[in-house]
């Protein structure tokens, strides 16, 4: 497995333990449809979220949000409409979120913007 791929997984674990922690229940990983990949969908009291994580080892490319751009969001809020059709679940209360992951030498700094559409 590429270290990419490795640093990927890391931050998606880690982004799993943060929502945990934060009283949110995680219903899948990695939903994959035909246009393209969730990362983390999970539930918050009455509220669905589908989380995009992104990691990086430093900041030398930019922090991991800005990478999140328009276009992405949009694929995000089709890929959220795909999930519910798939799934028979209520779209009324669905929320996007986007957790930046940079995991560097000096540590772990993991940045949760909700509602990031």
Not at 68 to 94: D, E, M, N, Q
Request: aromatic letters at 4%; a neutral charge; charged letters at 25%.
């Amino acid at each position: 497995m590429a270290r990419k791929d490795e640093l990927g997984r890391m931050g998606e674990q880690l982004a799993v333990e943060h929502l945990t922690a934060e009283g949110y229940t995680i219903l899948e990983r990695n939903w994959r449809c035909a246009i393209g990949e969730i990362d983390i969908v999970a539930q918050h009291g009455d509220t669905t979220v589908v989380v995009e994580v992104k990691t990086r080892s430093g900041l030398g490319f930019g922090h991991p949000l800005d990478a999140v751009t328009p276009r992405k969001l949009a694929r995000l809020r089709r890929l959220a409409g795909a999930w519910c059709s798939a799934t028979g679940a209520a779209a009324h209360a669905l929320r996007i979120d986007v957790i930046g992951v940079v995991a560097a030498r000096e540590g772990i700094v993991i940045d949760h913007v909700r509602q990031a559409c």
